[in-house]
């Protein structure tokens, strides 16, 4: 087999295994694939071209000694710039951190580098991961690589951007409210949210500590699921880590990879597939559907009330939480400092330097979380929205009662135009309308491919952008997690490339 950047990080794993490629080889095809289009697409913000390089090298001694860290041992891979690289800046997208270079490496980022797996760079994003089209980076927006025009989707669309356009095999995103399955669903991705604890949020900069959390982006059901095994686990360093034995999910994407759904009950939401989605998002979804119970699947229809209060609740509880772990970038220990002029006191040089290194989004969410948890408000507002989470999680309950899955579009609309929804907050709010749910229950979800649109009723050359369908999985440490798998199948990105990606070279 050739190895080339449109390879899977599988086939790379087992070419790295068999002796036909080295992890240098790889890792310097992708590098030269960043120098040749990341100047249009935009979706790193650090190349670490010397360290990455190193990291291959010492991966192709092990293997020259007979030695592996792990099946990906020797596979580049991309990290969001929200997670700690000890030596690597980590800017989360925003002035106010431009230049910080941590001590230390986030859990997520110290089991990639003991699994041996090169890391190139760390993409773009939304600032301090605020945002659906990764518009709102201090640094500039990230491109759609199947149409430059258009959004990668957000808070993650480096990482979706990145491996879409080929520059890498692997990433590392985070998911608050979608960051990982919207920007999946625009970008022809694979993107996996984990369940909350299953994989560690030590060095992970909390937007929401109760929302937030990492995971993998790929162009295959089955990378996914090797990435998962890398970086899954208890960490004592997380309070919230899950400490209990897990599944393999290698295993139950190979064993979904037979197609076989006989016995899996999978419920659509009916407050998720009803008025408002583009017609071409909503065919596509309904021929996904059809494919699932030709392969064996029972398809029922599944009420989850609460869900439609989902969104209102989220965008209190999100606000409030990063109101208050925003509070910690003062100017005073780390991070961007404006000294006002004349004999500024310490208040005028925090206000100062927030005002310099925040960008408008952070500061509208700052000023609605800090209203809701003022003294007079906390309980009409955030305290209800906990009410709310609560009525979410019970649904989800009650229909993991009745079926195994539950499915639904990712995202309302195809990738629409950078600046398009820039000026319109609540616009662009509304492309997590889907994805939402599941993060206040804290269960697991991956979107995978299932088409692109036709002409008809899809904005000018959305035809180019792929859609997903959203798979939930039923429990804490996913033990249901081989009927997810069959679900998704071996799904990988569409073979159809738009003219840019033809143009550049593959190999």
């Not at 309302?412 to 309308?433: H, Q, R, S, V």
Request: net charge negative; with cysteine; hydrophobic share 40%.
């Amino acid at each position: 087999m050739t190895i080339t950047i449109r390879s899977t990080a599988a086939e790379m794993a087992q070419a790295l295994a068999d002796g036909t490629v080295t992890s240098v080889e790889l890792t310097e095809l992708h590098l030269d694939r960043i120098d040749a289009v990341d100047g249009a697409v935009h979706a790193f913000l650090h190349i670490d071209r010397d360290g990455a390089l190193e990291q291959a090298a010492a991966a192709d001694a092990r293997r020259a000694a007979g030695e592996t860290l792990s099946p990906l041992d020797g596979v580049p891979i991309a990290v969001k710039d929200v997670l700690a690289t000890e030596g690597l800046p980590t800017t989360c997208g925003s002035k106010i951190l431009e230049g910080w270079i941590p001590p230390y490496d986030a859990t997520v980022v110290a089991k990639l580098k003991a699994a041996g797996l090169p890391i190139p760079g760390k993409t773009n994003m939304d600032e301090f991961a605020m945002g659906s089209s990764t518009e709102h980076s201090a640094y500039g927006p990230t491109h759609n690589p199947r149409d430059l025009d258009r959004i990668p989707g957000g808070s993650g669309g480096g990482s979706a951007a990145a491996v879409a356009a080929f520059e890498a095999p692997l990433a590392i995103g985070t998911d608050t409210g979608g960051s990982i399955r919207q920007p999946g669903a625009v970008t022809g991705t694979v993107g996996v949210k984990p369940t909350y604890g299953g994989v560690s949020r030590y060095g992970l900069v909390a937007l929401a500590n109760s929302l937030d959390r990492a995971g993998p982006v790929t162009r295959t059901v089955l990378d996914s699921a090797l990435l998962h095994d890398v970086i899954g686990g208890h960490d004592p360093r997380d309070s919230t880590s899950i400490d209990r034995a897990r599944p393999s999910f290698t295993d139950a994407a190979k064993a979904g990879a037979t197609g076989d759904m006989t016995g899996v009950k999978i419920g659509v939401i009916t407050e998720l597939a009803g008025d408002g989605w583009q017609d071409g998002v909503m065919a596509r979804f309904r021929e996904s559907i059809d494919l699932l119970v030709k392969a064996g699947a029972e398809v029922v229809e599944v009420s989850c009330p609460s869900f439609v209060h989902a969104m209102a609740a989220y965008y209190l509880i999100l606000p409030a939480e990063a109101s208050s772990n925003l509070a910690k970038f003062d100017a005073m220990r780390y991070g961007l400092r404006v000294v006002p002029d004349g004999d500024p006191s310490a208040e005028d040089v925090m206000r100062a330097s927030r005002d310099a290194g925040f960008g408008d989004e952070v500061k509208r969410r700052i000023i609605l979380g800090t209203y809701a948890l003022s003294s007079g408000y906390y309980d009409a507002y955030y305290g209800r929205a906990q009410k709310v989470r609560t009525l979410i999680s019970r649904d989800f309950e009650a229909a993991f009662e009745q079926v195994d899955v539950l499915v639904s579009p990712t995202a309302p609309t195809t990738a629409f135009k950078l600046g398009e929804k820039l000026d319109d907050p609540i616009a662009m709010y509304l492309n997590d309308l889907a994805t939402i749910p599941a993060n206040p229950a804290g269960v697991p979800g991956i979107s995978v491919p299932s088409g692109r649109p036709t002409r008809t009723g899809c904005p000018r050359a959305s035809r180019s952008s792929p859609l997903r369908s959203r798979t939930s999985a039923s429990t804490a440490s996913a033990p249901r997690s081989r009927p997810c798998s069959r679900s998704s199948g071996a799904h990988r990105c569409s073979t159809g490339l738009p003219p840019f990606l033809r143009r550049r070279p593959d190999d």
